[in-house]
């Protein structure tokens, strides 16, 4: 099982990227699936989340009306457009496959519910 994210890049401020995140080895279209981030020195934290059929999102105070999460269940593939970029968005952007919560509308922030992640890929936003 693997997932594996790109379109991480360097941005301007006020600039906009799209984060791709596949899953190859499982399909993960049945599952909540999140994105997290991870700035140098600090902890891992929640960006956005979507139910299996992306009818429940959630996103960090942080980004809310900045980044939107969408997914192509037939591709396996989530996405993340990141809108109007700060350099606060700096970070190793990770995406993440939560097993528990499939089929349903739930979805949850917490890293640790979380069971599979990809390798990360980086987001600079120059000031």
């Known amino acids: 099982v693997q997932l594996q994210a790109s379109g991480g890049g360097l941005v301007q401020a006020g600039g906009c990227l799209r984060l791709?995140?596949?899953?190859?080895?499982?399909?993960?279209?049945?599952?909540?699936m999140g994105w997290f981030r991870q700035a140098p020195g600090k902890e891992r934290e929640f960006v956005a989340a979507?139910?299996?059929?992306?009818?429940?999102?959630a996103y960090a105070d942080s980004v809310k009306g900045r980044f939107t999460m969408s997914r192509d269940n037939a591709k396996n593939t989530i996405y993340l457009q990141m809108n109007s970029m700060k350099p606060e968005d700096t970070a190793v952007y990770y995406c993440?496959?939560?097993?528990?919560?499939?089929?349903?509308?739930?979805?949850?922030?917490?890293?640790?519910?979380?069971?599979?992640w990809g390798q990360g890929t980086l987001v600079t936003v120059s000031s």
């Open positions: 993440a496959a939560d097993r528990a919560r499939y089929f349903n509308n739930y979805i949850t922030k917490r890293p640790g519910a979380y069971d599979d």
């Open positions: 791709s995140c596949v899953a190859s080895g499982r399909s993960f279209s049945s599952n909540c």
């Open positions: 979507s139910s299996w059929s992306g009818g429940t999102t």
